[in-house]
């Protein structure tokens, strides 16, 4: 152990070395310079590896840990005392959608919730050029550090367009070409989102032979599956298939299920993953801590209405008999899925009419055409489709499997959520609580998982998943990435109706070193830096 820490400590040593020379050299007085930048003392560690916490001091040295033990304070320029509450890893968050995160560079939606690193590009949707996005970190300094996905739904849209057809050989090579330059550049991995368009239009194959190109780069495949209802069985398979022939990992986003005819049926759906990690698959998935989702509204309408576009599916509305058939299709998926109306179904943002953000589908049936059936409420959704589509909050999971996911070992936590400011909209509250609502509500009030636990699925598990190798423990020589937060107190505040709400109990969150929430406030810290896969190294090092 003394011989391992020793190690660890030369290469500490060894990193700040030329910054250490220099000063030696030109100023000549830095003998009683403070050994440490930073020192978290008086605190329970939880280091991210699942083990019980211990007490510590953790003391920080440009932007790495640098020592855990006895620090004197003596020794340190900053000190932060922890007065015994827990100090973990910061928070990773594999599943995010925060392409804009330029515009709100704080990301303070993530920070209040204990996160320090995100992974966007999930669902099919990202950067087609991840060298040139990843780049932007560099003239426009964010609070948290940045990975992504190449998204299989970007690149077909800008190789085949939003067409239900299969590519042509030579588009496909054009797809693969992307998606190589992407790995090259830094993406962790691909990313489908199957019900979307155009991810929707995608045959398996397709898929295995672009994911055989992020595997080439050491990429994993993390799926929006194409179906997570009566069909999430089929859809599960698929996703193994894909990362068993392409030869993968898989990481199944945001797991859940959604009909309520399959309520109860996660020891099922949980134990094809199971299995397929018995035969030496790697297989994993992330979940938020809610029973509803968010998505769009189109996600609703059928995938060959939606083929070329919203013009092209307006055009093919105007069409009775279509239009009737849509409807036909959408009463047929709503029973099958085992609801009765959309009363679950609620707009989280509505650009044509932000009076409807907070309110059900049928609440705004009701109140624009003043009925309650099922057929108008289809009707509405088409209304509302044609005039630029919505973001939407489904209620559609049952709190026992949303449990039983969680307790299982290969499961991490991840929020689903974009960066958010307090606007009118009425977003799903994951984007404000999902970490904070584990730790209360889950752990402490529920007992359902234990403390460590939970820390490791926030942490060393997505870190291990993605290829995050110096992050998501509290280890000498690992980044500098740590939030201080009270086991006691930590709770979500964010609710259905009013999510704008940051959660309670976080006190300070650490990136690389620099503090980014201290005493509950945001500072003007931008220590974050962009995190790239195995693939840029590969080519970074020829
Ligand atoms: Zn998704």
Redesign the pocket.
């Known amino acids: 152990m003394i011989k391992l820490s020793a190690r660890l400590l030369l290469l500490v040593w060894l990193l700040a070395a030329p910054t250490a020379i220099f000063r030696t050299v030109h100023s000549g007085t830095d003998t009683t310079a403070p050994l440490y930048d930073l020192v978290v003392t008086n605190a329970l560690v939880v280091d991210g590896s699942g083990n019980p916490w211990f007490r510590a001091d953790v003391a920080v040295k440009d932007g790495r840990i640098a020592k855990i033990g006895r620090v004197n304070i003596s020794q340190a320029k900053r000190t932060i005392d922890a007065k015994g509450q827990i100090l973990a890893p910061g928070f990773i968050d594999v599943?995010t959608h925060v392409e804009s995160i330029f515009s709100l560079p704080t990301a303070e939606n993530f920070v209040r919730m204990g996160v320090t690193s995100l992974v966007t590009g999930?669902?099919g949707s990202s950067a087609t050029d991840v060298g040139e996005f990843l780049g932007r970190i560099q003239s426009k300094p964010i609070s948290v550090n940045l990975a992504t996905l190449i998204a299989h739904g970007s690149v077909r849209r800008k190789v085949v367009g939003l067409d239900d057809r299969a590519p042509t050989a030579d588009e496909q090579k054009q797809m693969e070409t992307i998606v190589e330059r992407a790995m090259q550049d830094g993406a962790v991995g691909l990313s489908t989102?199957l019900i979307y368009t155009p991810g929707t239009y995608a045959k398996t194959e397709e898929i295995v032979d672009l994911a055989r190109v992020a595997a080439r780069y050491g990429g994993l495949y993390a799926t929006?599956m194409r179906n997570e209802g009566e069909k999430v069985a089929d859809a599960i398979r698929e996703s193994i298939q894909i990362g068993e022939q392409a030869g993968l990992p898989v990481e199944i986003?945001?797991f859940k299920i959604s009909s309520k005819k399959l309520w109860g049926q996660s020891p099922m759906t949980l134990g094809l993953v199971r299995d397929a990690r018995a035969r030496g698959l790697t297989v994993t998935v992330d979940q938020y801590a809610y029973t509803a989702s968010s998505?769009s509204l189109e996600s609703r309408l059928p995938s060959w209405l939606r083929s070329g576009g919203l013009e092209e599916a307006k055009k093919r509305l105007a069409d009775n008999a279509t239009r009737e058939k849509v409807v036909v299709e959408m009463k047929d998926s709503l029973k099958r899925g085992g609801f009765k109306d959309f009363d679950f179904a609620v707009v989280a943002s509505y650009s044509a009419d932000r009076t409807f953000n907070g309110k059900s589908i049928a609440e705004i049936t009701k109140l624009v055409k003043k009925k309650d059936d099922v057929t108008s409420q289809i009707d509405q959704i088409i209304d509302m489709y044609v005039a630029g589509g919505a973001g939407m909050v489904y209620h559609g999971m049952g709190e026992d499997d949303v449990k039983r996911i969680m307790q299982e070992p290969f499961t991490m936590i991840a929020s689903?959520s974009g960066v958010h400011q307090n606007d009118d909209s009425v977003p799903h509250p994951r984007g404000y609580g999902n970490n904070a609502r584990v730790l209360g509500h889950y752990v402490r009030e529920l007992k359902l998982i234990a403390l460590e636990d939970a820390v490791r699925k926030m942490t060393s598990l997505p870190a291990q998943t993605f290829g995050f190798q110096d992050r998501g423990l509290i280890r000498e020589g690992f980044a500098a990435d740590l939030v201080i937060f009270d086991e006691n107190t930590i709770n979500d505040r964010a609710t259905y109706d009013k999510p704008h709400q940051f959660p309670v109990g976080i006190s300070f969150v650490i990136v690389n070193g620099g503090v980014v929430l201290a005493d509950n406030q945001v500072t003007e810290a931008r220590p974050g830096v962009a995190l790239r896969g195995p693939g840029y190294q590969i080519v970074g090092a020829s």
């Open positions: 599943h999930n669902c989102g929006h986003s945001h998505t689903d």
